[in-house]
């Protein structure tokens, strides 16, 4: 194999490595300036290389273009490996809001925050920022707060199939007391205490965990 098949080869792995959707291999020779049959056919080597030694990676065609994917003989691993690196990133005040969301929602910011006690604004959007809590519409009898719930990713980042596998509520309790108290809190979220203070469902708060929050 000549130097510049080598180059061009090395030259496709990179631009794959750093693109987020599948790439047309008319693309990767406009922007290698190198023939479209070259390309095509260095594209089928790597797959075939990286298929032939079991690499930890594929290549392949797909929609339209050429993407890497991770082996799937090495998934269980992988999942393991993101579900325990992502949840190290939350910190305790997010954990405790993306709960109270994934337990009551849809529900508004006003309701986090009477569960938890504090004000939840910097949470929630660091919640939203990593793609597990979303807007799931409007409260209407509620000063037309914004509603708040879980994602498709955060079924996937905690291994759900869907909500039902939450699991019980109970387990969390330490003491009968204590599910008491949590529980009260819930069903209170339905009466008085969603009490809008402006258009967004933010109350005035003494204490926020802004600061606890950390990306």
Do not use: C
Not at 20 to 34: F, G, Q, T, W, Y
Not at 136 to 164: H, M, P, Q, V
């Amino acid at each position: 194999m000549s130097r510049k098949n080598d180059d061009v080869r090395g030259a496709i792995e990179a631009l794959l490595f750093v693109s987020d959707e599948p790439v047309p291999a008319s693309r990767l020779a406009k922007v290698l300036e190198a023939g479209q049959n070259e390309v095509e056919s260095a594209l089928k080597a790597l797959a075939a290389e990286y298929a032939d030694e079991n690499r930890g990676f594929q290549l392949r065609e797909v929609a339209g273009g050429w993407r890497l994917y991770t082996h799937p003989g090495f998934h269980d691993f992988v999942e393991e490996y993101v579900l325990s690196w992502d949840t190290r990133r939350l910190s305790q005040a997010a954990l405790e809001a993306l709960a109270v969301i994934a337990y009551h929602q849809p529900v508004a910011r006003q309701g986090v925050n009477a569960i938890r006690g504090v004000n939840s604004e910097a949470v929630i959007s660091s919640l939203i920022e990593k793609g597990l809590v979303r807007e799931a519409g409007r409260d209407k009898n509620a000063g037309n707060a914004i509603l708040y719930g879980t994602t498709r990713t955060f079924l996937e980042r905690f291994g759900l199939k869907d909500l039902s596998e939450l699991p019980p509520l109970e387990e969390f309790a330490p003491d009968p007391e204590t599910e008491r108290a949590i529980r009260e809190r819930l069903n209170a979220l339905d009466g008085s205490m969603l009490d809008i203070g402006d258009d967004d469902g933010v109350a005035d708060e003494d204490e926020s965990d802004e600061a606890d929050e950390v990306d």
